[in-house]
C-alpha cells in the first residue's frame, strides 16, 4: 500500500490530525504479553513505587509506537515511514482505575527534505496528564 498523501499536498507547517490513546493497566499486561517486557514497573504498583515511581508506568516503546500511528494513519501506509526516533522525557503514569491514562498526540511537517525522493520530516508531540512524554519525537516518511 502506498501512502495517501502526496508530496505536492504538503508544505512544512502541515498539521496532522491529533489523536488520544488511552492506556489502561489491562493494555499494559496486552502488551507485556506481545513484547515480552515483564518488568513489574509496568503491573506491579507496588514495586514501580518501591523504585521511585509516582505508579505504574507504561512501556516507553509502547509509548513510542502510539505516538508514530498519527504518522502512519495520516500517510495512510506504515510502510512510509523510513525513519523515527524518540528521547523519552517523562514516563506515562498509569492509574489503577477504569480510565487510565491518555497519550495525546499531534504532528506536523516539520520540512519537505527531499523533491525526488518525496521524503518529509514529521514533529510529534506527545504529552499525558499534562506533561510532555516524548522530546525529538522525529519521522522521515516518504509520500505518494
Same mark, same amino acid.
Given at each position: 500500500m502506498a501512502a495517501r498523501i502526496s508530496y505536492a499536498q504538503v508544505a512544512p507547517g502541515t498539521e496532522l490530525p491529533a489523536r488520544g490513546f488511552p492506556v489502561t493497566r489491562a493494555t499494559l499486561v496486552r502488551y507485556a504479553g506481545a513484547s515480552g517486557d515483564f518488568n513489574p514497573i509496568h503491573w506491579n504498583e507496588r514495586f514501580a513505587r518501591e523504585v521511585g515511581l509516582p505508579d505504574v508506568i507504561a512501556h516507553g516503546m509502547f509509548t513510542m509506537a502510539e505516538a508514530v500511528r498519527v504518522v502512519t494513519d495520516w500517510a495512510g501506509d506504515p510502510g512510509a515511514v523510513l525513519e523515527y526516533g524518540v528521547r523519552f522525557t517523562k514516563p506515562v503514569v498509569v492509574p489503577d482505575d477504569e480510565t487510565g491514562a491518555l497519550i495525546e498526540?499531534?504532528? /506536523? !511537517? #516539520? #520540512? /519537505? $527534505? @527531499? @523533491?525526488? #525522493? %518525496?521524503? !518529509? %520530516? !514529521? @514533529? $510529534?508531540?506527545a504529552a499525558s496528564a499534562g506533561q510532555k512524554v516524548l522530546g525529538m519525537a522525529r519521522a522521515v516518511v516518504r509520500l505518494a
Open positions: 498526540v499531534s504532528g /506536523k !511537517v #516539520a #520540512a /519537505k $527534505l @527531499d @523533491d525526488e #525522493a %518525496r521524503t !518529509v %520530516r !514529521v @514533529d $510529534l508531540t
